[in-house]
């Protein structure tokens, strides 16, 4: 059995304030805490990791990891008092998925979070003049999306050179990309997409609930949503033999999101990919909410390890 690191947690909740907490409180399986996770490429972060009941017995185990963190397990810490409930749904599969995976919770930091998650090879490699308008207007003003300058890359260095490596030495693990998934909503849908075409050696698939496409928020006169799906059908070999589960619902933000996830849709379904398993879900009166992810969150999880 590897050994465990508990520690502490100094928590930025999502839209940046700061208090002292406990380690989420999980009523299924067991939760191990890591404070500001150091990385050389990004600032560092909190990380939570859940264990399910049966890691106990010495199995190897699949590893799911997830964006925004802080909002996967505990609802009576975060910011709106809605969570994932993670725990709570994959026990509840437990006999339809043997063995359970580890879930590697990683906190967003609020203020860089746009920034870590909008895919920087669509800035860089697909940018035009409108786009790069759109960026500088997202960086200025009170409600400014990005306090920095796009840094995916760097982002999802930190998730595949410092923090897995931590994970697989740690945990029992099943390490081989084939039992290596990632997931997250909203943007955290968006760089679980991008890290799946980036990293296909390390992740055998991804679920991307409520793909925020937009990256801003409005669509009219909005280029992103065409630079991603162009980014997206220039790699789309990349999905060869891999897993990607796409959802929206239909109220509130995720009420933005439907010509950008039919979009990526119409690149997929035209491609004829060998070997990808694909879904795309619209879940009808579904709201942009942690609750709202909860009550669906079986299919991805289906999806992905079943």
Same mark, same amino acid.
């Given at each position: 059995?590897?050994?465990?690191?508990? $520690?502490?947690?100094?928590?930025?909740?999502?839209?940046?304030?700061? =208090?002292?907490?406990? &380690? +989420?409180?999980?009523?299924?399986?067991?939760? $191990?805490?890591?404070?500001?996770?150091?990385?050389?490429?990004?600032?560092?972060?909190?990380v939570d990791v859940w264990l399910p009941e049966s890691y106990t017995q010495g199995?190897?185990?699949?590893?799911?990891?997830? %964006?925004?963190?802080?909002?996967?397990?505990? &609802?009576?810490?975060?910011?709106? !008092?809605?969570?994932?409930?993670? %725990?709570?749904?994959?026990?509840?599969?437990?006999?339809?998925?043997?063995?359970?995976?580890?879930?590697?919770?990683?906190?967003?930091?609020?203020?860089?979070? %746009?920034? =870590?998650?909008?895919?920087?090879?669509?800035?860089?490699?697909?940018?035009?003049?409108?786009?790069?308008?759109?960026?500088?207007?997202?960086?200025?003003?009170?409600?400014?999306?990005?306090?920095?300058? +796009?840094?995916?890359?760097?982002?999802?260095?930190?998730?595949?050179?410092?923090?897995?490596?931590?994970?697989? @030495?740690?945990? =029992?693990?099943?390490?081989?990309? &084939? =039992?290596?998934?990632? @997931?997250?909503?909203?943007?955290? !849908?968006?760089?679980?997409?991008?890290?799946?075409?980036?990293?296909?050696?390390?992740?055998?698939? &991804? @679920?991307?609930?409520?793909? %925020?496409?937009?990256?801003?928020?409005?669509?009219?006169?909005?280029?992103?949503?065409?630079?991603?799906a162009s980014y997206v059908s220039d790699n789309s070999r990349t999905l060869r033999g891999k897993k990607l589960y796409l959802d929206?619902?239909?109220?509130?933000?995720?009420?933005?999101?439907?010509?950008?996830?039919?979009?990526?849709?119409?690149?997929?379904?035209? @491609?004829?990919?060998? !070997?990808?398993?694909?879904?795309?879900?619209?879940?009808?009166?579904?709201?942009?909410?942690?609750?709202?992810?909860?009550?669906?969150?079986?299919?991805?999880?289906?999806?992905?390890?079943?």
């Amino acid at each position: 059995m590897k050994s465990m690191l508990v $520690v502490t947690l100094i928590a930025f909740c999502l839209f940046g304030c700061t =208090n002292t907490r406990k &380690a +989420p409180n999980v009523s299924e399986g067991k939760m $191990v805490t890591y404070t500001s996770f150091k990385s050389v490429h990004i600032d560092p972060r909190n990380v939570d990791v859940w264990l399910p009941e049966s890691y106990t017995q010495g199995k190897d185990h699949p590893v799911l990891y997830m %964006h925004d963190g802080q909002m996967l397990f505990d &609802a009576s810490q975060t910011w709106n !008092g809605q969570a994932w409930g993670v %725990h709570e749904v994959l026990t509840k599969l437990e006999n339809d998925i043997q063995p359970l995976p580890i879930v590697v919770g990683i906190w967003n930091n609020a203020a860089a979070r %746009h920034a =870590n998650f909008v895919p920087q090879k669509v800035v860089e490699d697909y940018a035009m003049p409108k786009l790069d308008s759109i960026l500088r207007f997202a960086m200025r003003g009170e409600q400014k999306l990005f306090s920095e300058k +796009p840094n995916a890359d760097a982002y999802l260095k930190f998730l595949v050179e410092e923090l897995k490596p931590q994970i697989d @030495a740690t945990f =029992n693990t099943k390490t081989d990309m &084939a =039992n290596t998934f990632i @997931a997250g909503s909203s943007m955290g !849908g968006l760089i679980s997409l991008y890290a799946l075409l980036e990293y296909p050696e390390v992740f055998g698939g &991804a @679920a991307c609930l409520s793909t %925020h496409w937009p990256v801003v928020f409005y669509v009219e006169d909005n280029p992103f949503p065409e630079a991603i799906a162009s980014y997206v059908s220039d790699n789309s070999r990349t999905l060869r033999g891999k897993k990607l589960y796409l959802d929206r619902g239909t109220k509130t933000l995720d009420s933005l999101y439907e010509l950008g996830q039919n979009s990526i849709d119409s690149i997929i379904a035209a @491609a004829k990919i060998d !070997g990808l398993i694909w879904e795309s879900k619209v879940f009808e009166g579904a709201e942009h909410t942690e609750n709202d992810w909860n009550k669906r969150l079986d299919i991805p999880l289906r999806f992905l390890f079943e």
